[in-house]
Structure formats: C-alpha cells, structure tokens
C-alpha cells in the first residue's frame, strides 16, 4: 500500500495524518521520548515562540512509526505505534546522516 515513495508522501501530506501528528506531539509534550529515555530534556522551544517558528524553515520533531509505515500500513494512524523523535533520534534510528567528519591524522602521513 505505501511501497512507494509517491505513496508515502501522499500519505503524509494527508489531513488524517497530520491530525494524527498533532495528537502525537501533544500527548508525548513536544519531547523527544528516546532523548528522555536517556536523561536529556529535547523539546522544541521553538514551537512556543511564534516569532521563531516562523522563521524557522525546518521542522526539530518527527512522529515515527515504531513498525515501518510500508511493512504496517494497518498501523499507519495508531497511537501505541508512534513515538515524538528529535530529527538527530530519528535519523539515528534509521541509520542516516551518521558520517563523522574526517580529522586530520598525523600519523597517517
């Protein structure tokens, strides 16, 4: 059903799952559950302060699916399967953006 990424993104621009993200973010506080789960405070200020948010270009929570949107559409707009992740969270757990910048190495010359 969402295999494709023209599916997926029709999906997301819906109405039904942008209510669903609404919902979301506000039962989870606008907090970031994993950097709770690991003592660290990560909310995004910037959506309580009008002036910012409209300056701001890029969105600092997602809603995730915890069973991937393509293997589970049945789960698509259920509660118990979405979490409120910072974007670095969300990137971490699907492995993106992970790269470290390469130091300069003395030794390796």
Known sequence: M???????IK????????RK???????D?????ECKRNGKVSID???FNIDTAQ??????????HIEELQNRPDLALVDSNLITLCIKCHNKKHDRYQGKKKRWNDERW
């Open 2 to 8: 969402y295999d494709t990424v023209k599916e997926r």
């Open 11 to 18: 999906f997301y621009k819906s109405s039904p799952w942008r």
């Open 21 to 27: 993200r609404e919902e979301i973010l506000k039962r």
């Open 29 to 33: 506080n606008y907090e970031c559950q």
């Open 45 to 47: 200020y910037n959506r």
């Open 55 to 64: 300056e701001r270009k890029h969105k600092y929570l997602d809603v995730d």
